[in-house]
């Protein structure tokens, strides 16, 4: 054994020969703290000591490695719904445990901007929500990290009656990433939307491990992933939906749309879907592949170069995500920001 | 005398081994609205995409001079920035990709690069031709459009693109009444606005009410078997085209 953390782990596991089991990750030893705290303070948010318990999509190990390293968890206090924008830098290794309450009936809107002026280095961004009745939480992250960089962000979600959580991420850049998204849908009608986007090339990675957990009546949770994987590139996306007996009428929808745009890409999906509950609807669609040729001589009937066709694909799957994006000031400043990548 | 803008000769095509065209001859001058006319499988839509460059369709014999180079030569995006267009009969949905930022990008293929400003102001106003919502220049390219809203996109394009020769493919076929008018007017603009010859490949004539029609061409079994002024338009339409199958 390594001593590396085992992450992102698929609940039941399959074939170890797969591949697709867990993901291992090697903590640094040293690792600063509040790189994120600092940014939502620097956003204008106020900043506080608290934890919440929260169970997240990379699990318990990392969560227990946290603690272990004295990592103290902040809370982010934010009064309104007029958009947050956290625009944190990795200069070195570094853990963050941010936690954030949405009261009754609030509406927040925070955007994550994730860059890394230090190479060969590790950040870690774990966000734990708690969503109290009938709360809209629109979390929007942008990660374009360096080419050395390993970007571990970690989010748990936790939604109570009519509660809404609403995630768009685009990961455009970033030598390895490392994704887990939880939403305990624990609230009468509460809902959960993912919507994201990635591109990942020259031997870039992106291991993703996503899970619904319904445990409420009439939830509704829908995960979208887009994509376009080149020169190297790879991903692995793990989708669960899981009923929980008690959840009857809850519907949970998986979608993954992927360009796979030379032979050298690796692409790996597991979509899951557990089911204890009789009266519930679950669905996994994906459409994965190169891009249709019928597609790509439209585009070309239009002048369009063939190459130029691709890099629009490839930009495309950005731009699904963002375009889910509900704040227009997030939209518009993730739209900039990934115009020339 | 009208320059010439494409002039086809002798043109064979296949699709693996099926032979689609057979010696197929069509001359279209510079401003000069043609119109294709025939039944079902007598090779219209194979002469629509030939002339784009479409892979699976092969040119077995024959030339085709466009702008007096040689057609056949060129990539289909490479034939595009020469001037040709085509509207396509079923437009094909692009996920993720605006019709705004498409637009966009295949004017600047085309070498006008315009700001946002200038882009948005002039198809607002192209949009205005069309009945057009401005609305769907944020919408993703044909997904979800309906089958009027597809072909309205594709007229959209061709007045942007303003390009030598358009080929309309059953531009007309699965719309109303209205929207049949209104993609004409479209056209009709395209006309006015660029001086541009038009190859409107069809099967109905209501398309043409309010265009100014050249010559008519009746293909059948991949050939052309006649031609004439805008008349035999309305002899088609009162005798159908039977009598030229097997002609």
Redesign the interface.
């Known amino acids: 054994m390594s001593g590396n953390l085992i992450i992102n782990s698929l609940v039941p596991p399959t074939w170890n020969r797969l591949k697709v089991n867990e993901y291992e990750l090697p903590l640094p030893g040293t690792l600063q703290q509040d790189t994120a705290a600092d940014a939502f303070k620097t956003a204008g948010a106020g900043t506080a000591e608290g934890s919440l318990h929260i169970q997240t999509g990379c699990g318990k190990e990392l969560s227990d490695a946290l603690k272990e390293k004295g990592i103290i968890p902040k809370q982010i206090l934010i009064k309104g719904p007029e958009l947050v924008t956290s625009k944190i830098d990795y200069s070195g290794d570094a853990a963050d445990v941010i936690c954030i309450k949405a009261e009754e009936g609030q509406t927040l809107n925070i955007l994550t901007d994730i860059t890394s002026s230090a190479d060969k280095a590790a950040g870690v961004l774990q966000i734990l929500i708690e969503a109290a009745k009938g709360s809209v939480v629109n979390l929007s992250q942008l990660v374009r990290a360096g080419r050395d960089f390993t970007f571990v962000n970690d989010i748990g979600v936790v939604l109570e009656d009519g509660a809404g959580f609403n995630l768009s991420q685009v990961f455009a850049e970033g030598g390895r990433i490392i994704s887990g998204y939880m939403a305990l849908l624990s609230g009468e009608g509460s809902s959960s939307n993912v919507h994201a986007g990635l591109v990942r090339k020259a031997s870039q990675f992106i291991d993703m491990n996503y899970v619904m957990r319904h445990t409420a009546p009439s939830t509704r949770s829908e995960t979208y992933v887009s994509g376009a994987l080149m020169e190297g590139g790879s991903k692995t996306f793990r989708g669960t939906i899981d009923f929980v007996k008690g959840c009857a009428g809850a519907e949970g929808a998986e979608n993954e749309n992927m360009l796979l745009l030379d032979d050298t890409v690796i692409n790996k999906t597991v979509p899951l879907i557990l089911c204890d509950e009789e009266n519930v609807a679950g669905s996994h669609g994906a459409s994965i592949g190169r891009p249709a040729e019928d597609m790509l001589y439209y585009m070309m009937s239009r002048g369009i170069t063939r190459e130029r066709a691709l890099k629009i694909l490839e930009k495309a799957s950005l731009d699904s995500a963002v375009s889910y994006i509900s704040d227009e000031k997030a939209r518009e400043y993730v739209s900039s920001a990934i115009e020339g990548i | 005398m009208s320059k010439e803008t494409l002039t086809i000769e002798k043109l064979c095509v296949r699709i693996g081994e099926k032979e689609i065209l057979k010696g197929l001859d069509l001359k279209v001058c510079e401003g000069e609205t043609h119109v294709i006319m025939g039944p079902n499988g007598a090779g219209k839509s194979t002469l629509g995409n030939t002339l784009?460059g479409?892979?699976e369709y092969e040119v077995t014999s024959g030339k085709i001079t466009f702008m007096g180079e040689d057609l056949l030569a060129m990539?289909?995006?490479e034939?595009?920035?020469k001037g040709l267009?085509?509207s396509?009969q079923n437009?094909?949905e692009?996920?993720?990709?605006?019709l705004s930022?498409?637009v966009r990008?295949?004017c600047e293929?085309?070498g006008e690069k315009m700001s946002l400003w200038n882009f948005k102001k002039a198809a607002g106003e192209q949009m205005k031709v069309l009945g057009m919502d401005k609305t769907y220049l944020d919408r993703e390219l044909n997904v979800g459009f309906s089958g009027g809203e597809k072909k309205k996109a594709e007229i959209f394009?061709l007045l942007m693109?303003k390009p030598k020769l358009a080929i309309l493919d059953e531009t007309d076929s699965g719309l109303d009444v209205d929207a049949v008018r209104t993609v004409s007017e479209g056209v009709k603009a395209y006309q006015e606005q660029t001086g541009g010859s038009l190859i409107i490949i069809t099967h109905s004539t209501r398309i043409l009410e309010s265009l100014k029609v050249d010559r008519v061409h009746v293909i059948a079994d991949g050939t052309i078997v006649c031609e004439g002024d805008s008349s035999l338009v309305d002899e088609i339409n009162e005798n159908g085209f039977e009598k030229y199958i097997g002609k």
């Open positions: 784009m479409k892979s990539s289909t995006d034939r595009a920035r267009f085509m396509f437009p094909v692009v996920p993720g990709v605006r930022e498409f990008n295949t293929a085309m394009q693109l």
